[in-house]
């Protein structure tokens, strides 16, 4: 590692001068583990980022990259096309909440909510309501770094960089550690916060906003979950004001929350899904955006026969070895019972595990829903808003792959976590969160 020259690659969303003094480098992974080239073993409890949800290296994936690989390798996708895009395609829309029945693929989280918000905007067009052109979305949110997902997205430093390319306001964020900590699940409160959204149709017409987007539970605001009937009371004043509700399911999604989707698992229907990493695994990069037949069939039929109708898309759009990995993904998730396993005793397990540390004078909160989690550290003043950070440092020596988000631990571990590693994860958790 020493004669490595770290100097061409500009490391993204990263302290480069920071890393590039002390590099913490990954060799290969197997599981939930990850292994240095020392060969020593750390716990992922991210699932890298929120992605490799079926575990790392799985042969199964990899088997089913290399042949495709050898077979279609790449074909265009503009005006041609590939039995295994539409395929797969089909099959992915057999998780999905009724009436989302058609995929647009993209090779991104951010890529997938850049076509979204266009998709909003052909379909507001194509119905003639073409002055329907802003965005709704909510602090704390992350889209991803395009310039729509900024736009709408509420992580300040990522928004205060670039401005706002596109017109956006946003709703106000959902945490409030005051009246909802140590909440196990959905908090029980902050329901009124969806009147939130009135004010903001109020404020700009509804004639205005082209659509609400909103992730079901904020993943890298640092795992902030929906108090109770938040999320159907957007969708009824979506619904009261013709707009469409936009879920971002890039973490949420793929078994995550206990559903194949947090729409499934928190009883509502977006009108349209952002989806990526663990819907291959996170082995090769896909995004795919599930959209509702009212808005396919209106941009459908508002183009003249023979045009294309929505002008947009990547050369990489439903690239076949990411389809290949996408279905054998699938494959993966359905045999071992994947997408649901965590609404079942490992989702209960994790629950009361990461709520055993509340007794630590260091923390002032634990948050957790299906197996995801944060445990918010009283931070000192000298480090509020980068103890997290800390922490997550900590973590790492100690043999832990933890996100420090604020002054939060955020976790998201790969679903075939079991519960003695639940058990050596939290010991270990202990050990450094009472040291600091
Ligand atoms: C909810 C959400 N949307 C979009 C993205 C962006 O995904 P990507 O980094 O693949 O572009 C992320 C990434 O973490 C995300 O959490």
Known sequence: MSDLNTNAFWMPFTPNRTFKSSPRLVERAEGIYLYEKSGR???DATAGLWCSNAGHCRSEIAEAIHQQAKTLDYSSIFNFGHELGFEYAERLVQYTPEGLNHVFFGNSGSEAVESALKIALQYQRARGKGTRTM?????KGYHGVNFGGI???GIAPNYQSFGQPVKANHLRHTLDIERNAFSKGLPEFGVELAEDLERLVAFHGADQIAAVIVEPFSGAGGVILPPKGYLKRLREICDQHDLLLIFDEVISGWGRMGSPFA????GVTPDMITSAKGI???TVPLGAVFVHDKIYN??????PDGMVEFFHGYTYSAHPVACAAGMATLDIYEREGL????????????EESLHSLADLEQVIDIRNYGLVGAIELRAPDSLKGKFGGKASALAWDAGVMARGIGDALCMSPPLIIETHEIDRLMETLREVISGL
Do not use: C, H, P
């Not at 965005?135 to 602090?139: A, P, Q, V």
């Not at 729409?263 to 928190?266: P, R």
């Not at 209106?298 to 183009?303: S, T």
């Not at 997408?339 to 994790?350: E, N």
């Open 41 to 43: 073993q750390i716990i």
């Open 135 to 139: 965005f709704i979305g909510r602090e």
């Open 151 to 153: 736009s709408v997205g």
């Open 263 to 266: 729409s499934e698992e928190f």
């Open 280 to 282: 291959t695994n996170a």
């Open 298 to 303: 209106a941009v459908m039929d508002a183009a």
């Open 339 to 350: 997408l649901t396993r965590a609404s079942g005793d490992i989702g209960k397990y994790w």
